[in-house]
């Protein structure tokens, strides 16, 4: 099968190299969690699995477990595990966030962040940092060339990013109190006594 399925990846990229080359940003995107409305695939799998973990099968007007069986099992009712219709606040907003949160949030803005954290670590020689960067960006970027629809798989690069993500905030404010600490050293002793 691994022999098949490269022989006919390969073949496939081969056949049509620009149709291929036309589908990497929308694949890039896609790992993105951003589903563009002219793209070839509109489905998110990250927002659905958003939505299931707010629903059980009586959502869907049949009853029982929320399990994949209603029955006793070895002398267990599994029916007793089953969530009812019923929930609170947290299972309302995971409903409503998987059927309409924003897609590509937080992944595009991390992205962002990141690529200007790679841009920071690069300046500051700074290449265990960089090393990390481009590990989780050939994580996404295998996906993207396998032309992967599924963001989940780009989930641990994300992970990644959100601990990155404070790295070019910090820079600016470290930038903006460095220039406001230049201007205080140029005074001359005469601005000092007049400031006091």
């Not at 006919?8 to 049509?16: K, M």
């Not at 606040?89 to 595009?108: A, E, K």
């Not at 940092?129 to 295998?142: C, D």
Request: a positive charge; aromatic letters at 14%; charged letters at 15%.
């Amino acid at each position: 099968m691994p022999k098949l399925t490269t022989k006919w990846a390969i073949d496939s990229i081969q056949s049509d190299p620009v149709a291929y080359l036309a589908r990497l940003p929308y694949s890039f995107l896609w790992q993105m969690n951003y589903f563009p409305i002219d793209g070839f695939i509109l489905d998110s799998q990250i927002t659905w699995f958003s939505y299931m973990v707010s629903c059980d099968i009586a959502d869907f007007g049949r009853s029982g477990s929320n399990l994949h069986f209603d029955s006793n099992v070895r002398g267990v009712d599994v029916r007793a595990m089953s969530m009812s219709a019923r929930g609170g606040w947290m299972r309302t907003f995971y409903r409503w966030w998987g059927l309409n949160h924003p897609r590509g949030f937080p992944q595009l803005p991390l992205c962002g962040l990141a690529i200007g954290a790679g841009i920071l670590a690069i300046y500051r020689r700074d290449w265990p940092f960089v090393l990390v960067l481009l590990a989780s960006a050939a994580l996404v970027g295998v996906h993207v060339l396998m032309l992967f629809h599924q963001g989940r798989y780009s989930l641990p690069a994300v992970t990644v990013w959100y601990a990155t993500a404070v790295v070019v905030p910090a820079a600016m404010l470290r930038a903006a109190r460095g220039s406001e600490a230049e201007i205080l050293r140029r005074r001359t002793p005469e601005q000092w006594a007049r400031r006091a």
